[in-house]
């Protein structure tokens, strides 16, 4: 399984931008990129996911390198409700999903 | 968007008991569906795969004769934890694999076990 890197703890004041990053240098090529997110206590919650291009959803923006070894979840005006802890999970499909240790997302007011 | 849903959202029983936690796709059908649990201030460990209209296939580590899955129908997978111990006592989730466009993964709310 390709492995990735997620800094474990983030603090960002409401309103401003947060920019997640992950590494995923050993991400093969027929793997999306999937960000997930659980906010305490509940089940996680899909974001947003991207195999090269950036994408864009009603929830956040995705930044994917071009040589696809790492990649950028951006929450674009963080609020309150976003404090929750981010996974990053490399993705081919049919097979279950596995979670690192994700970073921790803190929105300050 | 898809949706999962759990029964009961939390679930107190006696030790030796057993509880049967549900999980449904509520507006699309899932072949597939996975077991989870998570404990205190750890990330979620996968438990077992469930595929309708056969056995699940489970994790090393856990306990088939203890964790009994059924996925009868396309919208609903079961989880049977048997002769429940304080042990066992976790957040267990599930998910669903959605096929429609590409394969995304939609989690339910997860069940709340306590055993006392």
């Known amino acids: 399984d390709a492995k990735t890197t997620q800094p474990p703890s983030m603090d960002c004041a409401e309103g401003r931008a947060a920019n997640l990053p992950c590494n995923h240098s050993t991400i093969s090529g027929n793997e999306y990129v999937y960000w997930y997110r659980q906010i305490h206590s509940q089940g996680p919650q899909y974001i947003i996911h991207?195999?090269?291009n950036n994408e864009t959803n009603e929830m956040a923006s995705l930044i994917i390198t071009e040589d696809r070894k790492s990649s950028t979840l951006i929450l674009p005006h963080a609020t309150l409700r976003d404090t929750a802890v981010y996974y990053c999970i490399p993705y081919s499909g049919n097979t279950p999903l596995v979670f690192g240790k994700g970073t921790r997302l803190s929105v300050i007011a | 968007g898809a949706v999962v849903s759990q029964h009961p959202s939390r679930v107190i029983c006696k030790s030796g008991t057993s509880v049967k936690i549900e999980c449904r796709s509520l507006d699309f059908q899932a072949t597939t569906m996975f077991w989870y649990r998570q404990f205190p201030k750890q990330s979620l460990m996968l438990m077992a795969t469930?595929?309708?209209?056969?056995?699940?296939?489970?994790e090393q580590g856990v306990e088939k004769d203890k964790f009994l899955i059924n996925h009868a129908s396309l919208t609903l997978s079961t989880l049977t934890v048997t002769s429940a111990h304080p042990e066992d006592s976790s957040f267990y989730i599930c998910?669903?694999?959605?096929?429609?466009?590409?394969?995304?993964?939609?989690f339910g709310p997860g069940t709340r076990l306590t055993v006392l």
């Open positions: 469930s595929n309708e209209g056969s056995k699940a296939t489970y």
């Open positions: 998910s669903a694999l959605t096929s429609e466009g590409t394969d995304t993964q939609y």
């Open positions: 991207g195999l090269k």
